[in-house]
């Protein structure tokens, strides 16, 4: 693992309704950094801050106060066009509920991020196939996401998010919706993505088990990192 810092949290402070009565601050002082290569989890309770920090960390807002480094990038205060172009390239995204688009076979699915990222088709569909024969869903490229069981929804969207081959996998509770046996072959996915492809993957879970899967868990309370620790047989 190399020792390049991918991700670099300081000062972290996240404010909504800012000036009115309402003012509520959810992040309070993040200081957090990730190294390129590595696994580490995030774990907390809802309404920990755990969102707000996964949206943060994912360039889909903009932290209030603080500074983020992206890659050596500061991108605490890029244009929303800006960010979507880190968010498309840098980051491939998994979420508990899947995402796909209802109407697209699992191929066009996992095409769509090369589609707005300007790859040609007959490279999209090459590299959309090769990377679902990696998830295992080189039979069901053709199947619409309602002909798929909650563990090939979600085999199809980790497809999706390397479809860039991007530098982070950020992964939000990607087993929440499934059953044991089927996280745990999620699970198993990742870390292959992070062993064999040298993926930096964020786990954001309440699941302290899957955590302790991790190299590093951070533990997040009432917006702030109260907590890291090394699990037991972590490399």
């Known amino acids: 693992m190399t020792s390049n810092m991918i991700i670099d949290m300081r000062g972290i ?6 000036g009115s009565p309402n003012e509520l601050q959810i992040l309070h002082n993040i200081n957090f950094h990730v190294r390129e290569g590595e696994f580490i989890s995030i ?43 880190i968010r498309n390239q840098k980051i491939g995204f998994v979420f508990q509920t899947f995402n796909l688009i209802p109407r697209s076979n699992a191929l066009r699915n996992v095409e769509l991020p090369m589609l707005y990222n300007g790859m040609d088709a007959s490279q999209r569909t090459k590299r959309a196939r090769a990377l679902l024969e990696m998830v295992g869903m080189g039979d069901r490229t053709r199947h619409l996401p309602n002909e798929l069981s909650g563990g090939q929804k979600q085999r199809v969207a980790i497809a999706r998010a390397m479809a860039n081959d991007p530098a982070i996998i950020l992964a939000d509770e990607p087993t929440g919706a499934l059953d044991t046996s089927t996280g745990r072959l999620v699970m198993d996915i990742f870390h292959t993505l992070n062993e064999q492809e040298g993926k930096t993957v964020v786990l954001i879970t309440h699941n302290e088990r899957l955590a302790n899967e991790t190299q590093r868990v951070l533990t997040l309370s009432d917006g702030r990192i109260v907590d890291e620790r090394v699990p037991a047989g972590a490399q």
């Open 13 to 18: 402070v996240k404010t909504f309704y800012i």
């Open 43 to 85: 774990v907390g309770q809802s309404g920990s801050g755990k969102s707000t920090l996964m949206n943060i960390i994912g360039a889909l807002d903009k932290p209030t106060s603080g500074t983020y480094m992206l890659e050596d990038e500061d991108i605490s205060d890029l244009s929303d066009n800006d960010l979507s172009d």
